[in-house]
């Protein structure tokens, strides 16, 4: 007898053949704690033999009053989601943590440039899931007040850290980032140069103002700009004298071009700090490429602990992108499940020495 086509066969025609309920049918996929091993086996069995691809999530969905899914709002291109291991470590947490939930992940990228409010509502609106986690935005983004808008249990990762509307998961950015200045402080350099990523939703590739750093709406890499400064500061290095190279876009292309304008223009400069390892791996190919030798001509330092960055040997702030995403995943599921959360989360953070700090070269 010829196979029946999954358009032709229902969860009731299938409980009809069967001669069960369609409750039983339906507990064969949803609730199989609640049936016999025989009599789940054989509901599939003939589910496959009819065609029958299971229940409709759609109307599953409508019952449950859930969707089955969680939005991650991320302001940078598709692409990066799967490039920037931080991020690729971060996201793996997070599918950690649905583990168990009968939950899925939706990225939801709106790139690194701010759009007007009612575009913004109109992606926002347009996700089909049950709650979301914000990585990453800048204080008052369009998409973070969208997200608001929406109305659905939100979690925030790492920034605005100081927006009180959502709970919120992150790292002390500045006093994270204080053992990596300190360390090329200990080691004699005082010709240092500042390598970072966005500041403000405003393009600037080039040199920072202080007022840039002042006024910066993306917290993350203010704060890490800042704890650096204060390091220097304490050391007697007068920061005005500090060089700062920022980058809009987070890309191999962009990070080496911020590493050849501070070393071109730069020339005395000794040893780099940079707020990502991305920076600091394209600091050392720059380097490696015009014949420099880490860290006897220049001492580099970097942010994140990415495994590619610990393996070359540099010296890094490691902080637990994995754990981040955990906890904002499982703090998110507990919210849909109707808990409330309204705490500040600030998880812990290791300096790795690595080996690209050195003493300065000589002058």
Known sequence: ???????????????????????TVSNAYNHPEQLSEDLRVRILDTA?????????????SLRMKRVGSIGVLVTEHLAYAFEDMASVDFLAGLAEACIGFQTTLTLVPVGPTAT?????????????????????????DPYLEATHTRGLPTVVCDQPIDDNRFPFVGIDEGGAIAPAAQALVDAGHRHIGILCLRLCITDNDGLVTPERVEDAQHHVQQARVQGALRVFA????????????????????????????????????????????TMALSAMQYAHDHGMSIPKDLSITGFD????????GIATVVQPNRAKGEYAGHTLMHMIDGEYYDDKTTLDVAFHPGTTIGPPRRR
């Open 234 to 277: 304490n050391a007697g290095i007068a920061t005005h004298t500090i060089p700062i190279i920022e980058r809009h876009t987070n890309t191999p292309e962009a990070t080496y071009a911020a590493a050849k304008e501070l070393l071109t223009n730069y020339p005395d400069i000794t040893a780099i700090l940079c707020t990502a390892d």
């Open 116 to 140: 007007n409010p009612s575009a913004a509502l109109q992606l926002v609106n347009s996700a089909v899931v049950d709650g979301f986690v914000v990585y990453s935005v800048a204080k008052n």
């Open 48 to 60: 496959e033999r009819l065609g029958y691809p299971g229940p409709d999530p759609a109307a599953r």
């Open 305 to 312: 602990g990415i495994r590619e960055a610990r393996m070359r």
């Open 1 to 23: 007898m010829a196979k029946r086509s999954a358009r032709r066969t229902s969860l009731a025609s299938l409980a009809e053949e069967l001669g069960v309920s369609r409750t």
